[in-house]
């Protein structure tokens, strides 16, 4: 099938005499069916200048339309617009380009070409500290260091709503390579110019495109190309970099079906982005040169070429893509690697949602677009896992991965809704979901639950256990396991879950020691303020805060002090000296303390796994003496419920500063150890106390039987 005229470009294009009718807001009413259009389309990067040159030979079914829209750039100059072999008037305003067809061009096989060009020259971010944002607000850029188009830059005319194939032709300076999505068609330098060649012939949604001086690598993959697209400095990665893309191509064409495009290819970046692309990556060199990369991200960049770049994404009825995504990549490898690193990762899951979701910023899932905040991206990716996660655990192994399987086939290349998915697993499990998708993808919030009324009592056999499970309005309908340890096994119960209470009963030969409900997390819930132990995100959300430099602090330690206030995005911060903390202060607001405080209540709260002194901490029983390192930890707050007192205390100025820019990073966690600046230790104080776990006193136990 090939969809690309061979036909040479349109050979005369008569001058337009500057016809830029701007006319008020004429919204393109165009046809309700889907346009075809096939895009022949070449470009000149002149990046000297921040410009390129194109012209766009599109091959157009235009099914009906009276009117012809294509998003453009606002920037864009010196547009001629022929139609077949004629000049054509158009409107061009607010990053539109429109054309009227004549009747007989209503229903017609028509040839359009476009001619333009235009400055891209978004300023480009250094070092960014934001990262919710993949790509810093930069749309588009061409610059001597390199180029970076999104398809929102307007950098082609798009043609809406039109389901479209390219051949993209990049001409630019000797050495500078372009990429962008479906099959290359090589790279040629001839003439101090470079001409990159690209076919994509499935239908995409908006093109983005880069160019660099890359040094190009690649490695077959079955029937797939497997590519690096590198800087000089960063060539040594694509060893690395082609092998993992290779064990993921193989591993989600086993689970989902053939991999859906020709290539995949790892494109750095000349600044820090993460993107993921039909078919391709693009990330910044520092993003590329972290070790974990290649275990964590390629892979969910590479799970999202079946998932939002291969099955598309119905946005009007909410982005399930990013959960499944997160699922089938960054939980399924700690799922590969161990029981507890799944379970870790579940649990993280929600304690996310408990300390970075408010009840009055939560949203149903099936409300999320992208992430743009700790809030949409809790939302979007940890609980829209955590759902994919339910959906397995009730219809089954080969219900969930032979529907995953199902809706692949069906749905490539097609907007897809929530309700597909539902339909899907329903089918394949044969049973209704639509109560399911109700709880957890159309309402917001999560069950609040626990267990209650716990009793065993001794009959002629052994233990009869009973109790109940209460949850608060409204109510979730949820299958929940149960597990009763005695001396000698665990023993676990499935009950389902529903209304205000639910009543079990357990039978055991030996006593009970302790009954936990969801032993495992399996379900979304909110966890109670008891199973969160205290984490640097705590600071980060926190409403006020006071940073106390401890008396006798070395003065080279304010300087990193005032770094770890700033990374941390410390509201309403206040710096005091010790000597000015009063009990007042310290009751309002939750604590940051520089250095070893003089007065010890301040940490009484600090657990027994970490001691304090003046010259070394110790975590763990591993003892931190030496100048390079810091320690770092969240405790619970002295005086105030709810609220947090945390310490950094680096052991001299070696080194304070680059730790104090990193903590930001371990949000989740409780305490940090560093040494020469790196992390070495991180982790979690235990939980103080669960409503879902119910311990037997051993010795009342006995004296029941006594009795
Ligand atoms: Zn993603």
């Not at 005499?17 to 070449?42: D, P, Y």
């Not at 990067?45 to 012209?55: Q, R, S």
């Not at 990049?170 to 003439?191: D, F, K, Q, Y």
């Not at 409900?517 to 109670?528: G, H, S, Y």
Request: aromatic share 10%.
């Amino acid at each position: 099938m090939n969809k690309h005229p061979n036909t040479p470009p349109v050979k005369q294009y008569l001058m337009l005499l500057g016809v830029f009718l701007a006319i008020v807001a004429l919204s393109a009413a165009s046809a309700a069916a889907e346009l075809s259009a096939a895009h022949n389309l070449r470009i000149e990067l002149v990046p000297a200048e921040k410009k390129l040159i194109g012209y766009d030979d599109i091959t157009i079914q235009t099914a009906a339309s009276k009117i012809l829209a294509f998003r453009v750039s606002q920037n864009l100059t010196q547009v001629e617009v022929v139609v077949g072999n004629d000049q054509r008037d158009f409107e061009l305003m607010n990053g539109r380009l429109q054309l009227n067809l004549e009747p007989h061009e209503q229903t017609a096989q028509l040839r359009i070409g476009i001619r333009y060009s235009g400055i891209f020259d978004d300023p480009v971010p250094a070092r960014p500290l934001n990262t919710d944002n993949p790509g810093y607000g930069v749309t588009g850029t061409i610059s001597s260091k390199g180029t970076f188009l999104l398809a929102g830059a307007g950098w082609y005319p798009e043609l809406i709503d039109s389901r479209a194939t390219y051949r993209v032709t990049v001409e630019a300076p000797a050495g500078l390579i372009a990429v962008t999505a479906g099959r290359s068609r090589g790279h040629i330098t001839e003439n101090e110019k470079t001409v990159s060649i690209w076919e994509v012939d499935y239908p995409v949604q908006g093109l983005a495109l880069s160019a660099a001086r890359y040094v190009v690598e690649e490695k077959s993959v079955g029937p797939v190309t497997a590519a690096t697209y590198l800087l000089p400095q960063n060539q040594h990665l694509a060893g690395a970099y082609l092998g993992a893309t290779a064990g993921y191509i193989a591993l989600y064409s086993d689970l989902f079906g053939a991999y859906p495009f020709q290539k995949f290819a790892v494109v750095e970046n000349f600044f820090p982005t993460g993107f993921g692309f039909p078919s391709y990556t693009l990330m910044g060199g520092t993003v590329l040169r972290l070790p974990f990369i290649v275990h964590t991200s390629l892979g969910h960049e590479i799970a999202h070429c079946w998932w939002g770049n291969g099955v598309y994404v119905d946005y009007a009825t909410g982005n399930w893509s990013e959960g499944l995504t997160s699922y089938v990549a960054d939980y399924l490898f700690k799922e590969m690697k161990s029981e507890k690193a799944a379970r870790d990762a579940r649990r993280q899951w929600l304690r996310n949602y408990a300390t970075l979701v408010r009840p009055d910023e939560d949203f149903a899932l099936a409300r999320f677009q992208s992430r743009n905040n700790p809030v949409t991206q809790t939302i979007g990716y940890d609980k829209s896992a955590m759902v994919f996660h339910m959906i397995r655990q009730l219809v089954g192994e080969e219900s969930f991965w032979g529907g995953l399987r199902d809706l692949y086939r069906a749905r490539l290349y097609r907007p897809t809704s929530w309700t597909d998915l539902q339909r899907t697993f329903e089918n394949r499990g044969q049973r209704p979901l639509q109560n399911f998708f109700d709880q957890w993808v159309y309402r917001k919030g999560a069950p609040r639950f626990s267990l209650d009324a716990v009793s065993a009592e001794h009959t002629g056999q052994g233990w009869r256990i009973t109790g109940k499970i209460t949850q608060d309005r409204p109510g979730y309908d949820l299958p929940l396991t149960l597990a009763l340890e005695t001396g000698q096994q665990t023993i676990s119960q499935k009950i389902s879950v529903s209304g205000r209470e639910t009543f079990f009963e357990l039978n055991s030969a030996a006593a009970p020691l302790r009954l936990t409900a969801d032993p495992a997390d399996d379900i979304f819930r909110r966890l109670a303020p008891s199973e969160i132990p205290p984490a640097v995100n705590a600071l980060k959300s926190s409403s006020s805060v006071v940073t106390v430099l401890a008396d006798q602090l070395d003065p080279a330690l304010e300087k990193a002090a005032r770094t770890l206030a700033l990374s941390l995005g410390l509201k309403h911060n206040k710096f005091i000296a010790e000597n000015e903390l009063n009990r007042q202060l310290l009751v309002d607001s939750d604590i940051l303390i520089i250095g070893r405080p003089r007065q010890a209540d301040v940490l009484k709260n600090a657990p027994a796994a970490v001691d304090i002194r003046s010259e070394s901490f110790t975590l763990d029983n591993s003892v931190y003496n030496q100048p390079s390192d810091a320690f770092f930890g969240v405790f619970t707050h002295p005086y105030a419920k709810n609220r947090v007192a945390a310490l950094f205390m680096p052991l001299s100025p070696q080194y304070a500063d680059i730790v104090a820019a990193k903590i930001t990073h371990y949000g989740k966690y409780s305490y940090l150890a560093f040494q020469n600046g790196n992390n070495q230790a991180k982790g979690f104080w235990p939980v103080a106390a669960s409503p879902l776990i119910y311990e037997w006193d051993r010795k009342t136990e006995d004296e029941k039987v006594r009795r």
